[in-house]
Structures are given as C-alpha cells and as structure tokens.
C-alpha cells in the first residue's frame, strides 16, 4: 500500500512539474513579446516584409520565403504592429515546443524534454522578438531532422517526401541553409548501426529528392507568377560574389575559420567544463572518506581533496573565458560556451547508446540531429557561434536526459566498477554534491546570459515602461531616452511630410532602419546605407538613378550612435567616441559632400538623430551639419 501511495504521489509531482514547465514554455515568450523596441534588424526584416513586392529591387532575395510569411502575416494581422510579428514568433516558438516533445518525450523521457524545451525557449528569446529568417530558419530545419527521424525509425518514406519540401522551403528562407542537405547523412548512419539494406537508402533519398524538386517547382512557379525571378536570380548572384571575393566578412575562407574555430573553441570550453566534474567528483570523493580509514589517512584526503575541489573551481572560471564573446552588442560568451558544454555531453551519450548493452540507437540518432542543428544554424553566417543560441531545441533535452540518468544510482555503480580499477570509490553523494555545484554554475552563466540580451535595448528591464508614438509600436515598451528620441525624430518628419505634395522619400544613414517602416516613406537608395557590404561606388549609382527619377530630394535622418548599442546614458560618451573614428568605408565624407552640395539645412537634433531638408521644405537655416558628423 505505501509503495502505491508513493507512486500515485511521484505521478502527481511529475504532473505538476510538467504543467509548470509547459506553462513557461508558452509564457515567457508571450510575455516578453511586448518589451524590448529594436531599430536594426527588426527594422530591416519590416523593411523586407512590407516591401517584397512593392520594391523588390531592395529587397535582399537570400530569405525570400520569410519574407513572403512576414508580408502575408502583415496583410492579415496589420493593424497589431510589430507586436504581431512578435506574437507569430511567439506561436512558431510554441509549434517548435510541441513537436520536440512529441518526437522525443518517449525516448528522452516528457520531464526531461520539457526542461530542455524550456532552456531552449529562454535562450531563443534573447534574440529578436520579432519574426525573422534566423529564427524560422531552425523552425523548418527542426521540421527537416523530426521527418526524417520519423522516416527513418518507422521507415515512411512520406515522411522523408516531406522532409525535401522542407528543404526547398529553408534554402528559399534563408539561402545560406543549402547547407541542410548534408542531413541525408542521417539515413546513411541508420543504415550502417542498423545493419538496412541498400534498398533502404534509395527509397528514402529517392523520396527526399522527389520532395526536394516538387516544391522547387513550386516556388519557381511563385517567382515566376510574381515577376520576381530576376531578382531572386541577381540575389543569388550577389551572394556568390560575397561568397568569392577575398577578405570580405562573407568570403568563404571567413566563413570557413570562423565555423571551425568557433565550434573547437565551444568544444574545448565544453570538455574543460566536464573535466572540471570529474575532479570535483574526485575531491569531493577524498574529502568524504570514510570514517573507518586511519586519523592521518583521512586528514590527508581532506586536505588533497580540498586543493582538488580548488582546481576545479578555476576550470569552472576558465572554461566559461575560453571562447571570445562575438563582435556584437550586448553578447557574452554565453551562446558558445553552452554550446560546447552540451555538444560534449551529446558526444558522450551517442557513444553510450551506440555501444551500451542497454543503449537506445535511436537515442543516438537523437543525438546526431542535436549536433546538426546547432552546426546548420550558424552554417553560412559570419557571426560565429552567435546564433547557436537559436538551436538549443534537440541538445537541450538530450542533455538534460543525459544528466538525469547521471542521478541513478545504477550510474554510480557504473562509474565505480570503472574507477575500482584506479583504487578509487566514488560515493553517491560526490556525485550528487558535484552535479550540483555544475548546475549552480551554469545556471549563474545561463542567466546571465539572458540578462545580459534584450533585443538590442535595455537589459534593465525595469526601464521598459515608455512608448514610441506611433501606431505600428503600440502594446510595446522601450526606455524613455530611446522613446524621446525616436518621437522627436517621427514628429518632424511627419511635419516635413506635409509640406510637399509630392510624395517623400526617406534616407537613414546609420542603423536605425524601422524609420522607414515608421514614417511609411519609401526608402530612396537601398536602406541599409552604412552598410560595409553596401559599397560607396554602388550608392552613388544608385543616388544617380533615383535623381533620375524623382525631382524631390530626400528628408535624411542621420544616426549619431550605432543603436544596435541601445539608448542607455551611460554609454552614450563610448557611443559618440566610437562614432568619430567610423568613416564606413568613405561614405561618411561622401554623404557629407551630398548634403552641402544639395543645401541641406538641420531641422531637429536630439543626443542620437539629426534630421535635415532640401530647400522647398526646410525651414531651418542651420548648415554646419559636418560638425554634428564628427568631420571637420
């Protein structure tokens, strides 16, 4: 009768565990959908959703589908603003959750997947809260590696069909995922640890490739129904000349290094980390001796497993300071370190199940496509291990599973069957305390990590509470300097617009592109302007075509702070530093010739914008713009 009462109890707890984390998975990002206001890259993934198809020329083609998604989403669900890009984040986020979980709950257990589920979410929202292609990047990749799981261990062939529509449907997304096609490795490993005949790969790479080229067909047929497949073409073009050129941020010995060495430095940090467990459990091991062993005996063990635990706290420290924090605001080291601590830990557990007598081979394969996600996600990007931070969603779990089975207690017998033969005895209580410190440890580095991002705004959370006066910014909060700011500039420029009867366009030279999408004004040359891939002699051809097709010059908004940095009082003196000696390739001093030869006078000035315009709609005599460029 006791056993069952402590059954039906152990039932009862795992279900109140499971219904809090569910809850968090569905919370925390819904919740944290309304703070943070970004004007980078949330501005230039609005900018490619609202004009894919009114000004396609520039528009960039590598992630034409989800621009497509964003457009149509905007059609339906405008009138929420970017707030209902968010909440389409918040619900693909949600569908990555379901299908993790019902893919791998039974083989990984439902507590444990749910955990990592979890960890995966909070990582994920310390990047852009809006819709963007990195993000549905890993949905669709995550929607590749469960089809093909499922191909593969039920052996459908269905289900390796729609893993290629899923293929074509990423590379379309996000062009750098051609990458994904080396997931058809994964039919070749089941092949050889499951001993299949050959007629098992080609129905499912046969299948794969029918998938493949049936949806390729599709989206042909879209571009070429919209008109737009010269310019996907020419985008294509562009992305291989990026891929070519030598020494560009795009080029593919930097893409290559950066890949490689990137992940090694993730890994060595992972085993250092793991390393540091080992000899934990070892000093924990002497300084627990049993109070049978001789006084002197004991006191030595003590004192040797007191300067062992020390070791060990020091490759806790290091481990985490391996890797280089990336070149970009407001990121730690956070994303590579957790990336090599789990591809350490799946490393292990795919070895494990592979050769056990009681291992799962389709837990290895769990494994494998937990390697291959996070290594597809940054496949093709020049950020390093950024945007791991993306792809917890297959690692977490399996990692997590994989420590829970450390807690058994058949895993200490295990361990000290292997270590008798060194004259060691590892007590569970070791293994415990040690796996505790560990999770202490990460947990502190995790959380600072998701403190330490917040959409490019402030990390003080507590700041966010001020609003953007402007109907696409409603339900969402920013700090009240980035609000003053941003309102200053909007009212200006809303007063410049109704001047001319002319139809306005827009220039923003700097980061800020949601000033674009704010003012509804067209973007006169490609948005991007300070862009390093944005060359100085391809803006001024394009400056030269768009003086040949309007007689009205543009209102230009000039950034003085690179806002990727956010609005925080407390930088802004390194902000405006940093600003003087970026002269983004020549084009700042070219931009400055632009303006005094077309007269332009300031019209309104804050600590971050300065706002000017052409004679016809200036009011404003104020010429000495170089000095508010840092130029002399």
């Known amino acids: 009768m006791k056993n069952l009462i402590k ?88 569908a990555m959750a379901t299908v993790v979980y019902k893919a791998f709950g039974k083989n990984l257990g439902e507590v444990q997947t749910l955990f990592g589920i979890f960890i995966a979410v909070l990582a994920s929202d310390t990047y852009l809260n809006v819709f963007n292609y990195h993000q549905f990047n890993v949905f669709l990749l995550i929607l590749i590696l469960i089809c093909q799981y499922k191909a593969i261990t039920e052996d459908k062939r269905l289900f390796s069909l729609f893993a290629g529509v899923f293929f074509t449907v990423v590379v379309c997304s996000r062009m750098g995922s051609v990458t994904a096609i080396v997931t058809c490795f994964l039919y070749l490993f089941w092949y050889m640890c499951e001993n299949k005949d050959i007629k098992f790969l080609l129905r499912h790479m046969g299948s794969f490739l029918a998938g493949t080229l049936g949806m390729g067909s599709v989206m042909a ?32 010995d930097n893409l290559w290094s950066t890949f490689i060495f990137g992940n090694l430095d993730a890994i060595a940090s992972g085993f250092i980390f793991l390393s540091a467990g080992i000899v934990l459990v070892l000093g924990f091991g002497m300084i627990f001796t049993s109070k049978e062993t001789e006084i002197k005996r004991r006191v030595f063990n003590i004192l040797f497993g007191l300067v062992t635990v020390g070791v060990a706290g020091y490759q806790l420290i290091y481990a985490y300071d391996v890797n280089e924090a990336p070149n970009w605001p407001q990121m730690t080291t956070g994303p590579s370190f957790f990336i090599g601590l789990f591809y350490v830990i799946t490393f292990f557990s795919i070895f494990y199940h592979l050769h056990a007598k009681d291992g799962k081979t389709e837990i290895a394969l769990i494994g494998v496509e937990s390697i291959i996600l ?17 792809a917890f969603w297959f690692i977490a779990p399996i990692s997590v599973s994989s420590v829970f089975a ?126 390093p891939n944005y060359s100085e002699e391809k803006l001024l051809q394009d400056i030269k075509k768009a003086e040949q097709e309007s007689d009205t010059l543009p209102i230009i908004i000039y950034c003085r702070t690179n806002n990727y940095y956010g609005f925080e009082e407390w930088n802004y003196n390194v902000l405006i530093d940093s600003e003087k000696s970026n002269m983004y390739g020549g084009k700042k001093e070219l931009f400055a010739e632009y303006l005094e030869e077309k007269n332009y006078s300031i019209e309104y000035m804050n600590d971050y914008y300065v706002v000017m315009a052409a004679q016809g709609i200036a009011e404003s005599d104020e010429k000495n713009i170089k000095d508010y460029m840092f130029l002399e």
């Open 374 to 390: 996070p290594l597809l996600t940054i496949a093709g990007s020049n950020t390093g291990t950024k945007h791991v931070i993306l």
């Open 406 to 531: 450390l807690l058994k207690k058949s895993s200490v017998q295990l361990i000290n069957e292997m270590a008798s033969k060194l004259g060691i005895v590892i007590k569970y209580s070791a293994l415990v305390l040690t796996l505790f410190v560990l999770c202490v440890s990460g947990g502190y580095k995790f959380f600072d990590m998701i403190y330490a991002t917040m959409n490019f705004d402030s990390t003080d959370r507590s700041s966010l509470r001020y609003s953007i006066e402007n109907d696409k910014l409603k339900f969402m909060k920013t700090t009240k300097r980035e609000a003053d700011a941003v309102n200053g500039v909007l009212q200006t420029v809303s007063n410049l617009q109704k001047k001319d009867t002319e139809e306005e366009k827009l220039m923003v030279f700097g980061g800020s592109i949601l000033l674009y999408s704010l003012t509804d004004m067209e973007a006169y040359v490609q948005p991007w302007v300070s862009n």
């Open 7 to 94: 059954k039906i109890d152990y039932v009862k707890g795992e279900k109140v565990i499971k219904i809090l984390l569910m809850s968090g998975i569905v919370l925390y990002p819904l919740l944290t959908s309304f703070f943070g206001i970004d004007l980078g890259d949330t501005g230039i993934h609005m900018f490619n959703y609202e004009n894919i198809f009114s000004n396609p020329e520039k528009v960039g083609f590598t992630s034409y589908f989800t621009s497509v998604i964003g457009n149509l989403w905007l059609m339906l669900f405008g009138n929420l603003g970017i707030w209902g890009l968010n909440l389409l984040e918040v619900i693909m986020e949600i």
């Open 221 to 252: 047929g879209v571009l070429f129904l919209s008109g737009q497949t010269a310019y996907f073409i020419a985008n294509i073009s562009r992305l291989f000349g990026l891929a070519s050129s030598s020494g560009g941020g795009y080029s593919m």
